[in-house]
Protein backbone atom coordinates (compact mmCIF):
# COMPACT_ATOMS: atom_id res chain seq x y z
CA UNK A 1 0.00 0.00 0.00
CA UNK A 2 1.05 3.44 -1.07
CA UNK A 3 0.42 5.17 2.23
CA UNK A 4 1.26 8.72 1.24
CA UNK A 5 -1.14 8.01 -1.98
CA UNK A 6 -3.67 7.23 0.83
CA UNK A 7 -3.32 9.88 2.76
CA UNK A 8 -3.56 12.42 0.27
CA UNK A 9 -7.21 10.98 -1.31
CA UNK A 10 -9.22 12.45 2.08
CA UNK A 11 -7.32 14.35 5.05
CA UNK A 12 -10.19 13.87 6.58
CA UNK A 13 -10.69 10.60 6.81
CA UNK A 14 -10.22 7.96 10.41
CA UNK A 15 -7.21 7.11 8.83
CA UNK A 16 -5.52 9.93 7.99
CA UNK A 17 -6.13 11.42 11.52
CA UNK A 18 -5.58 8.48 13.46
CA UNK A 19 -1.30 7.81 11.27
CA UNK A 20 -0.94 11.80 11.98
CA UNK A 21 -1.99 11.54 15.44
CA UNK A 22 0.26 8.29 16.34
CA UNK A 23 3.60 10.05 14.27
CA UNK A 24 3.75 13.16 15.88
CA UNK A 25 2.82 11.42 19.76
CA UNK A 26 5.61 8.97 19.30
CA UNK A 27 8.04 11.78 17.96
CA UNK A 28 7.37 13.99 20.88
CA UNK A 29 7.89 10.96 22.93
CA UNK A 30 11.35 10.21 21.86
CA UNK A 31 12.12 13.40 22.55
CA UNK A 32 10.80 13.78 25.76
CA UNK A 33 12.72 10.50 26.84
CA UNK A 34 16.03 12.28 25.99
CA UNK A 35 15.03 15.14 27.65
CA UNK A 36 13.25 13.82 30.78
CA UNK A 37 14.22 10.77 31.41
CA UNK A 38 16.94 12.65 34.00
CA UNK A 39 14.57 13.95 36.52
CA UNK A 40 13.47 10.49 37.52
CA UNK A 41 16.67 10.15 39.29
CA UNK A 42 17.16 11.06 42.36
CA UNK A 43 20.88 12.03 43.05
CA UNK A 44 21.30 11.54 46.64
CA UNK A 45 23.89 12.96 49.10
CA UNK A 46 25.66 14.74 45.65
CA UNK A 47 25.88 18.72 46.09
CA UNK A 48 27.81 21.00 44.22
CA UNK A 49 28.79 24.45 45.54
CA UNK A 50 26.60 24.12 48.66
CA UNK A 51 23.39 23.43 46.74
CA UNK A 52 21.76 20.31 45.35
CA UNK A 53 23.67 18.57 42.52
CA UNK A 54 19.64 17.74 40.59
CA UNK A 55 19.45 21.56 40.51
CA UNK A 56 22.02 21.91 38.81
CA UNK A 57 21.11 19.54 36.67
CA UNK A 58 17.68 21.14 35.90
CA UNK A 59 18.69 24.86 35.79
CA UNK A 60 21.78 23.64 33.70
CA UNK A 61 19.11 21.61 30.97
CA UNK A 62 16.57 24.17 31.13
CA UNK A 63 18.94 27.41 30.19
CA UNK A 64 20.08 25.43 27.31
CA UNK A 65 16.36 24.31 26.30
CA UNK A 66 15.72 27.81 26.48
CA UNK A 67 18.24 28.69 24.64
CA UNK A 68 17.44 26.16 22.21
CA UNK A 69 14.04 27.87 21.65
CA UNK A 70 15.60 31.33 20.84
CA UNK A 71 17.42 29.75 18.12
CA UNK A 72 14.44 27.60 16.95
CA UNK A 73 12.47 30.97 15.87
CA UNK A 74 14.20 31.26 13.03
CA UNK A 75 14.55 27.51 12.16
CA UNK A 76 10.78 26.68 12.30
CA UNK A 77 10.04 29.97 10.55
CA UNK A 78 12.03 29.43 7.92
CA UNK A 79 12.69 25.62 7.60
CA UNK A 80 11.38 23.97 4.19
CA UNK A 81 9.55 20.27 4.24
CA UNK A 82 13.26 18.38 3.17
CA UNK A 83 15.02 19.81 6.02
CA UNK A 84 12.59 19.18 8.58
CA UNK A 85 13.13 15.60 9.17
CA UNK A 86 17.22 16.01 8.89
CA UNK A 87 16.93 18.77 11.53
CA UNK A 88 14.76 16.67 13.68
CA UNK A 89 16.90 13.83 13.84
CA UNK A 90 19.94 15.14 14.07
CA UNK A 91 18.77 17.17 16.51
CA UNK A 92 17.39 14.42 18.64
CA UNK A 93 20.95 12.22 18.04
CA UNK A 94 23.20 15.43 19.45
CA UNK A 95 21.41 15.41 22.39
CA UNK A 96 21.81 11.75 23.04
CA UNK A 97 25.63 12.12 22.25
CA UNK A 98 25.38 14.67 25.70
CA UNK A 99 23.86 12.57 27.13
CA UNK A 100 26.48 9.72 26.90
CA UNK A 101 29.23 12.51 27.82
CA UNK A 102 27.08 13.07 30.80
CA UNK A 103 27.34 9.38 32.09
CA UNK A 104 31.36 8.88 31.35
CA UNK A 105 32.13 11.97 33.12
CA UNK A 106 32.17 12.13 36.88
CA UNK A 107 30.39 15.00 38.71
CA UNK A 108 29.80 18.01 39.16
CA UNK A 109 32.19 18.17 35.83
CA UNK A 110 29.30 16.40 33.62
CA UNK A 111 26.98 19.40 34.38
CA UNK A 112 27.58 20.81 31.21
CA UNK A 113 26.10 17.83 29.69
CA UNK A 114 22.61 18.88 30.93
CA UNK A 115 23.26 22.54 29.17
CA UNK A 116 24.66 20.36 26.12
CA UNK A 117 21.47 17.80 26.05
CA UNK A 118 19.12 20.67 26.18
CA UNK A 119 20.55 23.08 23.50
CA UNK A 120 19.30 21.02 20.45
CA UNK A 121 16.12 19.66 21.28
CA UNK A 122 14.04 22.77 22.39
CA UNK A 123 13.37 23.47 18.50
CA UNK A 124 11.32 19.78 18.19
CA UNK A 125 7.94 21.10 19.19
CA UNK A 126 7.80 23.97 16.49
CA UNK A 127 8.99 21.23 13.70
CA UNK A 128 6.79 18.69 14.56
CA UNK A 129 4.26 20.74 14.62
CA UNK A 130 4.63 22.29 11.16
CA UNK A 131 3.88 19.06 9.91
CA UNK A 132 0.66 19.81 11.14
CA UNK A 133 -0.76 23.11 11.34
CA UNK A 134 -3.37 24.46 9.14
CA UNK A 135 -5.15 21.67 8.31
CA UNK A 136 -8.63 21.06 8.59
CA UNK A 137 -8.45 18.51 12.08
CA UNK A 138 -5.42 20.28 13.31
CA UNK A 139 -6.82 20.46 16.70
CA UNK A 140 -7.50 16.64 16.79
CA UNK A 141 -3.98 16.30 15.81
CA UNK A 142 -1.80 18.39 17.65
CA UNK A 143 -3.63 16.77 20.80
CA UNK A 144 -1.10 13.76 19.88
CA UNK A 145 1.85 16.19 20.11
CA UNK A 146 0.45 18.06 23.10
CA UNK A 147 -0.73 15.19 25.39
CA UNK A 148 3.47 13.88 24.99
CA UNK A 149 3.48 16.87 27.75
CA UNK A 150 0.97 15.68 30.12
CA UNK A 151 1.20 11.16 29.57
CA UNK A 152 4.81 10.86 28.19
CA UNK A 153 6.66 13.09 31.13
CA UNK A 154 5.71 10.94 33.96
CA UNK A 155 5.86 8.07 31.15
CA UNK A 156 9.27 8.06 30.80
CA UNK A 157 10.17 9.12 34.35
CA UNK A 158 7.93 5.76 34.97
CA UNK A 159 10.53 4.35 32.60
CA UNK A 160 13.49 5.96 34.15
CA UNK A 161 12.48 4.57 37.66
CA UNK A 162 12.22 0.99 35.98
CA UNK A 163 15.98 1.06 34.62
CA UNK A 164 16.91 1.95 38.25
CA UNK A 165 15.01 0.29 40.42
CA UNK A 166 14.85 -3.04 38.35
CA UNK A 167 17.66 -3.14 36.57
CA UNK A 168 19.82 -1.55 38.89
CA UNK A 169 21.11 1.39 36.21
CA UNK A 170 22.70 4.25 37.89
CA UNK A 171 21.49 7.43 38.31
CA UNK A 172 24.13 9.01 35.80
CA UNK A 173 23.26 5.86 32.84
CA UNK A 174 19.49 6.24 33.13
CA UNK A 175 18.86 8.62 30.92
CA UNK A 176 21.23 7.22 28.09
CA UNK A 177 20.16 3.91 27.76
CA UNK A 178 16.87 5.33 28.40
CA UNK A 179 16.92 7.32 25.62
CA UNK A 180 18.64 5.07 23.61
CA UNK A 181 15.51 2.69 23.57
CA UNK A 182 13.96 5.37 21.83
CA UNK A 183 15.82 6.42 19.17
CA UNK A 184 14.36 3.31 16.56
CA UNK A 185 10.79 4.59 17.67
CA UNK A 186 12.34 8.02 16.46
CA UNK A 187 13.44 7.02 13.06
CA UNK A 188 9.66 5.37 12.70
CA UNK A 189 7.97 8.39 13.75
CA UNK A 190 9.84 10.64 11.30
CA UNK A 191 9.38 8.67 8.41
CA UNK A 192 5.49 8.34 9.35
CA UNK A 193 5.51 12.49 9.11
CA UNK A 194 7.33 12.46 5.78
CA UNK A 195 3.98 10.31 4.78
CA UNK A 196 1.54 13.49 5.43
CA UNK A 197 0.39 15.57 2.52
CA UNK A 198 0.69 19.02 1.77
CA UNK A 199 -2.39 21.42 2.57
CA UNK A 200 -5.12 20.77 0.43
CA UNK A 201 -7.00 23.50 -1.53
CA UNK A 202 -10.01 23.30 0.93
CA UNK A 203 -7.68 23.37 4.03
CA UNK A 204 -6.08 26.59 2.97
CA UNK A 205 -9.76 27.94 2.36
CA UNK A 206 -10.24 27.32 6.21
CA UNK A 207 -7.39 27.44 7.72
CA UNK A 208 -5.41 30.06 5.37
CA UNK A 209 -2.09 28.95 3.80
CA UNK A 210 1.26 28.07 5.68
CA UNK A 211 4.53 28.43 4.27
CA UNK A 212 8.05 29.36 5.64
CA UNK A 213 7.95 32.68 7.03
CA UNK A 214 11.07 35.12 6.54
CA UNK A 215 12.26 37.79 9.37
CA UNK A 216 10.15 40.56 7.58
CA UNK A 217 6.86 38.51 8.18
CA UNK A 218 7.49 37.89 11.71
CA UNK A 219 8.36 41.15 12.49
CA UNK A 220 5.16 42.43 11.08
CA UNK A 221 3.00 39.98 12.90
CA UNK A 222 4.15 40.39 16.29
CA UNK A 223 3.98 44.43 15.59
CA UNK A 224 0.28 43.84 14.62
CA UNK A 225 -0.55 42.04 17.80
CA UNK A 226 1.84 43.36 20.18
CA UNK A 227 -0.21 44.34 22.83
CA UNK A 228 -2.57 40.95 22.86
CA UNK A 229 0.48 39.24 22.79
CA UNK A 230 1.94 40.58 25.81
CA UNK A 231 -0.68 39.74 27.61
CA UNK A 232 -1.18 36.22 26.39
CA UNK A 233 2.62 35.78 26.77
CA UNK A 234 2.28 36.44 30.48
CA UNK A 235 -0.11 34.26 31.34
CA UNK A 236 2.04 31.05 28.87
CA UNK A 237 5.01 32.13 31.26
CA UNK A 238 3.36 31.50 34.56
CA UNK A 239 1.67 28.63 33.02
CA UNK A 240 5.12 26.86 31.72
CA UNK A 241 7.12 27.63 34.90
CA UNK A 242 4.70 25.82 36.89
CA UNK A 243 4.57 23.16 34.31
CA UNK A 244 8.24 22.41 34.08
CA UNK A 245 8.63 22.88 38.46
CA UNK A 246 6.23 19.86 38.34
CA UNK A 247 7.59 17.84 35.90
CA UNK A 248 10.80 18.55 37.02
CA UNK A 249 10.50 17.92 40.93
CA UNK A 250 7.73 15.79 40.54
CA UNK A 251 9.96 12.84 42.62
CA UNK A 252 10.93 15.60 45.13
CA UNK A 253 6.60 16.82 45.62
CA UNK A 254 5.77 12.89 45.59
CA UNK A 255 8.50 12.31 48.58
CA UNK A 256 7.33 15.76 50.43
CA UNK A 257 3.92 14.48 50.43
CA UNK A 258 4.30 11.46 51.76
CA UNK A 259 5.07 8.60 48.31
CA UNK A 260 8.63 7.88 47.50
CA UNK A 261 9.76 5.25 45.17
CA UNK A 262 6.51 4.33 43.49
CA UNK A 263 7.20 4.69 39.62
CA UNK A 264 3.71 4.23 38.65
CA UNK A 265 2.48 7.49 40.46
CA UNK A 266 4.00 9.15 38.13
CA UNK A 267 2.01 8.01 35.04
CA UNK A 268 -1.42 7.19 36.65
CA UNK A 269 -2.03 10.78 38.03
CA UNK A 270 -1.32 12.61 34.76
CA UNK A 271 -3.84 9.85 32.74
CA UNK A 272 -7.09 10.93 33.29
CA UNK A 273 -5.78 14.55 32.60
CA UNK A 274 -4.50 12.99 29.03
CA UNK A 275 -8.07 11.80 28.87
CA UNK A 276 -10.03 14.89 29.72
CA UNK A 277 -8.06 16.81 27.41
CA UNK A 278 -8.62 14.76 24.19
CA UNK A 279 -12.18 15.23 24.68
CA UNK A 280 -12.35 18.85 24.84
CA UNK A 281 -9.59 18.74 21.90
CA UNK A 282 -12.45 16.94 19.89
CA UNK A 283 -15.09 18.81 20.59
CA UNK A 284 -12.89 22.13 19.67
CA UNK A 285 -11.94 21.29 16.46
CA UNK A 286 -15.63 20.66 15.47
CA UNK A 287 -16.29 24.27 15.62
CA UNK A 288 -16.01 25.71 12.52
CA UNK A 289 -16.27 29.14 13.08
CA UNK A 290 -12.74 30.70 14.14
CA UNK A 291 -13.16 33.16 16.50
CA UNK A 292 -15.80 30.79 18.34
CA UNK A 293 -13.17 28.48 18.67
CA UNK A 294 -10.93 31.34 19.66
CA UNK A 295 -12.72 32.45 22.37
CA UNK A 296 -13.57 28.73 23.76
CA UNK A 297 -9.77 28.55 24.28
CA UNK A 298 -9.63 31.63 26.53
CA UNK A 299 -12.62 30.31 28.06
CA UNK A 300 -10.75 26.98 28.65
CA UNK A 301 -8.27 29.26 29.93
CA UNK A 302 -10.11 30.54 33.00
CA UNK A 303 -11.79 27.47 33.56
CA UNK A 304 -8.44 25.83 34.22
CA UNK A 305 -7.44 28.41 36.20
CA UNK A 306 -10.43 28.24 38.88
CA UNK A 307 -10.01 24.23 38.87
CA UNK A 308 -6.49 25.37 40.23
CA UNK A 309 -7.51 27.79 42.67
CA UNK A 310 -10.41 25.26 43.92
CA UNK A 311 -8.38 22.48 44.12
CA UNK A 312 -5.74 23.63 45.48
CA UNK A 313 -7.87 25.45 48.33
CA UNK A 314 -9.39 22.23 48.76
CA UNK A 315 -6.43 20.65 49.76
CA UNK A 316 -5.04 23.14 52.22
CA UNK A 317 -8.18 23.26 53.92
CA UNK A 318 -7.93 19.16 54.36
CA UNK A 319 -10.75 18.36 52.02
CA UNK A 320 -8.79 16.62 48.87
CA UNK A 321 -6.02 13.75 49.90
CA UNK A 322 -2.66 14.50 48.21
CA UNK A 323 -3.05 12.32 45.30
CA UNK A 324 -6.48 13.52 44.34
CA UNK A 325 -5.40 16.92 44.32
CA UNK A 326 -2.08 16.41 42.25
CA UNK A 327 -4.12 14.86 39.49
CA UNK A 328 -6.42 18.10 39.81
CA UNK A 329 -3.75 20.85 39.73
CA UNK A 330 -2.82 18.91 35.99
CA UNK A 331 -6.62 18.83 35.08
CA UNK A 332 -6.66 22.65 35.55
CA UNK A 333 -3.30 22.86 34.35
CA UNK A 334 -3.11 21.12 31.37
CA UNK A 335 -7.07 22.78 30.37
CA UNK A 336 -5.34 25.95 30.26
CA UNK A 337 -2.01 25.10 28.97
CA UNK A 338 -2.40 22.69 26.21
CA UNK A 339 -4.87 24.88 23.62
CA UNK A 340 -2.78 27.58 24.67
CA UNK A 341 0.36 26.05 23.68
CA UNK A 342 -0.53 25.32 19.81
CA UNK A 343 -4.07 25.87 19.05
CA UNK A 344 -4.04 29.28 20.53
CA UNK A 345 -1.95 30.62 17.44
CA UNK A 346 -3.43 28.23 15.03
CA UNK A 347 -6.49 30.14 15.22
CA UNK A 348 -5.24 32.99 15.74
CA UNK A 349 -3.79 32.79 12.10
CA UNK A 350 -6.97 31.51 10.75
CA UNK A 351 -9.15 34.22 11.90
CA UNK A 352 -7.14 36.98 11.02
CA UNK A 353 -5.86 35.42 7.74
CA UNK A 354 -2.20 36.16 8.68
CA UNK A 355 0.05 34.33 5.89
CA UNK A 356 2.74 32.63 7.27
CA UNK A 357 3.32 29.34 9.87
CA UNK A 358 2.15 28.99 13.46
CA UNK A 359 4.75 26.86 14.25
CA UNK A 360 7.36 30.44 14.28
CA UNK A 361 4.96 32.19 17.40
CA UNK A 362 4.68 28.79 19.27
CA UNK A 363 7.94 28.40 19.69
CA UNK A 364 8.90 32.59 20.43
CA UNK A 365 5.93 31.50 23.23
CA UNK A 366 7.69 28.92 24.44
CA UNK A 367 11.01 31.15 24.27
CA UNK A 368 9.53 33.29 27.07
CA UNK A 369 7.67 30.83 28.84
CA UNK A 370 11.30 28.89 29.73
CA UNK A 371 12.61 32.13 30.45
CA UNK A 372 9.91 32.28 33.40
CA UNK A 373 10.29 28.59 34.18
CA UNK A 374 14.44 29.12 34.57
CA UNK A 375 13.10 32.35 36.60
CA UNK A 376 11.21 30.12 38.94
CA UNK A 377 13.88 27.32 39.31
CA UNK A 378 16.96 30.20 40.44
CA UNK A 379 14.06 32.11 43.02
CA UNK A 380 13.18 29.09 44.50
CA UNK A 381 17.24 27.53 44.72
CA UNK A 382 18.64 30.69 45.50
CA UNK A 383 15.99 33.25 47.24
CA UNK A 384 14.25 30.61 49.64
CA UNK A 385 16.67 27.31 49.98
CA UNK A 386 14.36 26.58 53.71
CA UNK A 387 10.92 25.42 51.47
CA UNK A 388 10.29 22.36 50.47
CA UNK A 389 9.39 21.16 47.30
CA UNK A 390 5.94 20.32 48.27
CA UNK A 391 5.17 23.96 49.85
CA UNK A 392 6.71 25.63 47.17
CA UNK A 393 4.40 23.50 44.98
CA UNK A 394 1.13 24.54 46.76
CA UNK A 395 2.05 28.21 47.19
CA UNK A 396 2.91 28.42 43.53
CA UNK A 397 -0.74 27.02 42.81
CA UNK A 398 -2.45 29.86 44.34
CA UNK A 399 -0.21 32.57 42.40
CA UNK A 400 -0.01 30.63 39.18
CA UNK A 401 -4.02 30.17 39.32
CA UNK A 402 -4.99 33.75 40.38
CA UNK A 403 -2.76 35.53 37.77
CA UNK A 404 -3.83 32.89 35.17
CA UNK A 405 -7.26 33.85 35.69
CA UNK A 406 -6.90 37.86 35.32
CA UNK A 407 -4.64 37.66 32.74
CA UNK A 408 -6.57 34.85 30.11
CA UNK A 409 -9.86 37.45 30.89
CA UNK A 410 -7.82 40.52 29.43
CA UNK A 411 -6.34 38.66 26.90
CA UNK A 412 -9.67 37.41 25.34
CA UNK A 413 -11.47 41.14 25.52
CA UNK A 414 -8.78 42.19 23.61
CA UNK A 415 -8.50 39.91 20.79
CA UNK A 416 -12.08 40.18 20.90
CA UNK A 417 -12.60 43.97 20.50
CA UNK A 418 -9.56 43.80 18.05
CA UNK A 419 -11.60 41.46 16.02
CA UNK A 420 -14.69 43.58 15.56
CA UNK A 421 -12.40 46.28 15.06
CA UNK A 422 -11.59 44.56 11.76
CA UNK A 423 -12.95 42.39 9.40
CA UNK A 424 -15.55 39.30 10.09
CA UNK A 425 -13.75 35.83 10.63
CA UNK A 426 -12.55 34.99 6.70
CA UNK A 427 -13.13 31.34 7.44
CA UNK A 428 -15.59 30.67 4.28
CA UNK A 429 -13.94 33.64 2.22
CA UNK A 430 -12.37 31.45 -0.57
CA UNK A 431 -9.47 33.77 -1.33
CA UNK A 432 -5.98 32.78 -1.17
CA UNK A 433 -3.50 34.77 0.68
CA UNK A 434 0.37 34.50 -0.64
CA UNK A 435 3.17 34.77 1.46
CA UNK A 436 5.10 37.13 -1.03
CA UNK A 437 3.28 39.96 -0.49
CA UNK A 438 3.80 40.29 3.08
Not at 195 to 219: C, F, H, N, Y
Not at 268 to 290: A, D, G, H, K
Not at 349 to 360: L, T
Request: proline letters at 4%.
Amino acid sequence: MNVRRTLQLDPRSVFFIIFATIASFLTYTSMYAVRKAFAAGTFQDQSFAGMDYKIWLVIAQTIGYTLSKWLGIKVVAENTQQQRPKYIIGLIAASILALLAFAIVPAPYNIIFLFLNGLPIGMIFGLVFNYLEGRRSTEILVTGLTITQIFSSGFVKSVGQFFIHQLGVTDRWMPFYVALCFFPILLLSVWMLEQLPDQSPEEIVLKSERGPMPATARKAFVRTFIAGLFIFMLSYILMTAYRDYRDNFAAEIWGGLGFSGNASLFTTTEIPVSLIILLLMIFLQRIRNNMRAFLFIDLMGIVGALILLTATTFYACGYLDPVLWVSMTGVGLYIAYVPANTIFFERLIAVFRYPGNAGFVVIMADFYGYCGSLGVLLYKNFGKHSISYSDFFLYASFAVGALLLVSQVFSGFYFYRKNKKQQPDKAAVPEKLSLAGV
